[in-house]
């Protein structure tokens, strides 16, 4: 999955901009919030801040204002999250939006090729998130949250990260493949 030896998770893209687009990454910087984070220095500062704060993944709150979510998942990328770290976010109990969080920084800044490793194991999960808030906010579960991450090319309107056309098709493949299998195991 990546460098197990240092518990690092090896990087790919933009090191400065975590290859958010260049809108909502400027906005996060210039965010009154994303500044009021600047004191909380560890993992488990921003966990628990996840936890009490974020009740909808979407990017933006009104406009082009970036969200709690998307300032945290920002403020994650300074961390430098290890292998362990990430693992402790997306098998989180306490917080289904804990684990969205880990699953839009692992669609943000792991290796494409490295993406099924991590998501193949959560297709299933049927725990609810609210993705888009307003008069009919839009719930689905992690499960369709991270075939999303894998197969679409934008989240709520912004740009996902380009994957590879060989390896989008890669994926395109190993869905079908499980989606073949976890269907004659149900018969």
Known sequence: MSNKTNNRLDTWGNEQ?????AII??????????RSLFDKKTFHEIVDEIYNEVYVLSPFLKGTQPSTAFCLLFKMWTLRLTIRQIENMIDHVDSPYIRAIGF????YVCAPAQLWDWFQYYLEDEEEIVISSGINPTKITIGKLCRMLLTEQKYQGTMLPRIPVPI????????????REHRNKSK
Not at 168 to 179: G, I, P, V, W
């Open 25 to 34: 990454y400027q906005n996060i910087l210039s965010s009154p919030y994303f």
């Open 17 to 21: 901009t975590m290859n958010l687009n």
């Open 168 to 179: 989008a098709r890669d994926l395109t493949k190993k869905l079908e493949d499980y989606d």
């Open 104 to 107: 839009l920084y692992l669609r």
